[in-house]
């Protein structure tokens, strides 16, 4: 049964970026399921969202607008045979997006982003990979439709996933789109960086570049029939440049990684790395939660 049964996308009318639709069609077609296509009015001033001569108020007029705009869009789902509802609502959009998952438990949230890069100063898409809990897909405009090579990035030696749960959704959710896609996935690891730079842990580098393929070996043992052995990337570097470099070498269409907690911080992906990664990367994402996240967004 896929993944990918039950399917957000965030459409900005104002805006008219629908790759994101795009995608979610795609990914409806081939996983057999429902599209929910939804847009949100950005919060308005009290005056402008009340009517003052007992007519329609702009919130309302709004968001009669916006409904005819995404049933346009919808009329194309159903001629393809694709279950699709419409919504619009009110408020903060990677509020009522997070809201939305967590009432109806959509399995994914597609949402486009601006220029090709995550906007970490206010960018809807990092803001949900932040807050939302499930998958969040960050689609880059100018990929294409089609997804032809995917990079997991992993990281079996860490100590904040040491049941290697998360490391296997990453993996588990990469093949997932790439059986849809008919694609090919690349994993890649990064050890050491400027740790081994450092006089005390330099002698020990051999060693640790040892244990670190051990430890990717391992967690990758099950997953030999799908990824093969030339598809791996273990690499001794900082995880932010490693892993933009590996998926500039593979030409990727998509990369797959996790957003980890720190504890007693919900909601805030774990240092600098992963906002480096989310910034820079040269393709689309697909960002997952660990297990056990709990979103500081309230449902009601």
């Known amino acids: 049964m896929s993944a990918f049964k039950k399917i957000l996308a ?3 009318t104002e805006t008219k970026r629908l790759d994101a639709w795009h995608r979610a069609l795609r990914l409806a077609e081939a996983s057999g399921g429902a599209v929910t296509l939804i847009d949100v009015i950005e919060e308005l001033p009290v005056f402008l969202r009340s009517s003052a001569h007992g007519g329609p108020s702009l919130l309302e ?4 607008e916006k409904r005819a705009e995404l049933s346009a869009l919808a009329d194309e789902a159903r001629d393809r045979n694709i279950d699709v509802r419409v919504e619009v609502v009110y408020g903060k959009p990677f509020v009522e997006l997070t809201k939305a998952v967590l009432q109806d438990g959509y399995d994914v949230v597609l949402e486009t982003i601006d220029a090709g890069v995550l906007n970490l100063h206010g ?7 932040r807050k939302c809990p ?3 897909w960050a689609v880059r405009p100018d990929r294409g439709e089609s997804v032809r090579r995917i990079v997991a990035a992993v990281d079996p030696m860490s100590e904040y996933d040491a049941d290697n749960g998360l490391d296997r959704a990453i993996l588990d959710t990469a093949l997932e789109v790439a059986e849809l896609e008919g694609a090919e996935v690349h994993v890649v690891h990064a ?5 081994v730079e450092q006089a005390v842990f330099g002698p020990f580098a051999p060693e640790l570049g040892e244990y670190a393929k051990e430890q990717m070996a ?3 043992e099950s997953y030999a029939d799908d990824i093969p052995a030339e598809r791996v990337h273990v690499e001794l570097g900082d995880a932010d440049h490693v892993i933009l470099e590996t998926a500039k070498s593979v030409d990727a269409d998509l990369l797959v990684m996790g957003t980890i907690v ?3 911080f919900q909601g805030v992906l774990m240092g600098n790395t992963a906002e480096r990664v989310l910034s820079n990367v040269p393709c689309s994402v697909l960002a997952l ?3 056990g996240f709990e979103s500081p967004v309230s449902a009601d």
């Open 262 to 264: 720190r504890t007693g």
């Open 10 to 12: 965030h459409v900005d």
């Open 191 to 195: 050890w050491g960086g400027r740790v």
């Open 134 to 136: 499930c998958p969040v």
């Open 289 to 291: 939660k660990p297990s």
């Open 61 to 64: 007029t709004l968001k009669k």
């Open 123 to 129: 960018g809807v898409a990092l803001k949900l990979m």
């Open 218 to 220: 391992a967690l990758l």
